[in-house]
């Protein structure tokens, strides 16, 4: 069956999690013309967590015709301090019951593994993330919730890019929590070439695991090239010379990428990170995953 799409406005996420100078409810009613099946949630959208705030959150998400497909949260599980841990994995067990509230079963709760503050060893740093997953297992199994560890870059309130960025360390990560039923990969192409990576070397490896997956695209200025971007830990970061664009017209190979999925039978959610530059990018983006959609994951009979 074709994939479902969600949309996410990466566009005005400090509007709406920062100044506040949208709501969740702007970008819900802005959202209804786009052809997308959900919108994904991040938890810095809503001003509450009471339940009477959520279900608003839901009727608007519902009326516009959506369902909430994944909450993107930002769980910090590498802090030097283990109080701060130790509030940040209570803290996400209530975004796991928002995810529930919102989504309903199977709907995917976002986990990153934290910040790479310099002090923290990457020993120390995958036991911390490791023991904070764990303790949300059993929460995410009694919501029938799925945690998405996402090979990301950097939470945009963060001081210093995510712990597990780098390839080598995502999937030590990932090998060092075996759980399938409620855990797995939340993939992310563009995160994987900003990070230096191959975006479908990485998937190849990870496909098996995939539970959700965001679509954006890169474009490099003329005369840049990666290589320049490489700075001297080697990463990458969001340089001037590395944009935003409509999804299937960058850096990312996405019929590589659909090939993949198919191959390994997703039946997950692509939400889309879009519109940088306006809506109407994110129209255009939605309109070529449902053309990939319709490729790779056509109708049965």
Known sequence: MPIRLSAFPKCYLDAIAGDRSMSVFDW???ARPLDADGLEMYEGFFTSLEPAYLDSV???ISSAGFSMPMLCCSPDFTNPDPSARR??????????AVTRRLGGPGAVCRVLSGQRYPEVTREHGLHCVVECIEALLPVAREYDIVLGLENHYKDGFWRYPEFAQKKDVFL????LIPDTQNFGVQYDPSNALVA???PIELLE???????????????LVPGASLEDLRQSDGTLGYSPSLRHGVTGEGLNDYHEIFRILAAHRYSGWISLEDGMNGMDEMVASLAFLRRMSAQYFPERP
Do not use: K, Q
């Open 28 to 30: 819900i009613t802005m």
């Open 58 to 60: 839901g009727e608007a």
């Open 87 to 96: 509030r940040a994995v209570d803290h996400h067990a209530a975004l796991i």
């Open 172 to 175: 030590e990560l990932l090998d």
């Open 196 to 198: 230096g990576d191959d």
């Open 205 to 219: 490896l990870v496909a098996p695991r995939v539970v959700s997956m965001h679509a954006s695209d890169r474009y």
